[in-house]
């Protein structure tokens, strides 16, 4: 199993028994939402396996996610029975430098799951980080959590600590709490302050609630900086403090329970 840390809560603790999430929708549900609670895929890669065939019911290929069904009895995906939605779980990774965010990868590179340990549920990432980019990842199986806290709407701040090379003020960092527009793309606001700085190398802390794809670099980058390491320290109340890269951490229930209670 595998390394029983969590953040925030204290020591680690073993499971003491499912505790009761937020109260969940009655009657009949599409079934994409279904089968992301069950942990098979987010939302919109589910309707993409059913654009694909690849999941049936009763023996029937789907042609629609809007099906609407009480429970998952006689569905399957590529031809196996998909198990009911069990109790949702939030895992911390300390995701290395050089792996993707992602299940597979054509050219062989390797990636996350090559980097977890054997033993754990069907999990999803929580957003991305890029290829070269640590620190921490969530891992859930639950694809409504999932996507709870993917959401910018959601609110929830994301903290990095970038080591970048070049000049900047932090006049200039904090003009990028009015948000940035770069080649046309518009980034919402960034809180950016600078740490430290040795000679022309610095580092820089950034929260933002965005999460857009290759966010930091890009717009260090429109500052003329250039990044040489890139760390994710937070994503809301969870931190990866004390973690490795490589290890990974399950949320005790009760601090998840607690913390799904503030998502808006």
Not at 54 to 71: D, S, Y
Not at 221 to 249: C, K
Request: glycine share 10%.
């Amino acid at each position: 199993m595998p390394r029983g840390r969590t953040r925030p809560g204290g020591p680690p603790q073993k499971p003491r028994g499912p505790k009761p999430g937020p109260a969940r929708e009655e009657g009949p549900q599409r079934i994409a939402k279904l089968l992301a609670r069950a942990g098979i895929a987010s939302r919109r890669d589910i309707e993409r396996m059913i654009a694909e065939g690849r999941i049936a019911l009763n023996g029937e290929k789907l042609t629609t996610p809007a099906t609407l069904l009480e429970n998952l009895n006689g569905v399957t995906v590529d031809g196996q029975p998909v198990k009911p939605a069990g109790a949702a779980r939030l895992f911390l990774f300390y995701k290395p430098a050089g792996a993707l965010t992602a299940a597979r990868d054509p050219k062989g590179r390797p990636t996350i799951y090559d980097k977890l340990p054997p033993n754990l549920p069907r999990l999803m990432p929580v957003g991305r980080l890029d290829y070269m980019t640590e620190g921490l990842l969530l891992l859930t199986n639950d694809g409504e959590l999932k996507r709870q806290l993917e959401l910018p709407k959601t609110g929830v701040v994301r903290r990095y600590r970038a080591r970048a090379f070049g000049d900047v003020t932090q006049a200039q960092l904090e003009e990028l709490a009015e948000g940035v527009t770069i080649d046309g793309f518009r980034y919402g606001s960034i809180d950016a302050n600078l740490e430290r700085r040795t000679g022309r190398n610095c580092w820089i802390e950034l929260a933002l609630t965005e999460g857009k794809n290759r966010e930091v670099r890009n717009v260090l980058a429109h500052l003329g900086l250039q990044v040489s390491r890139l760390i994710r320290t937070h994503y809301g109340p969870f931190t990866v403090e004390g973690l490795a890269p490589g290890d990974i951490g399950e949320v005790q229930r009760e601090t998840l329970f607690q913390f799904r209670r503030t998502l808006k």
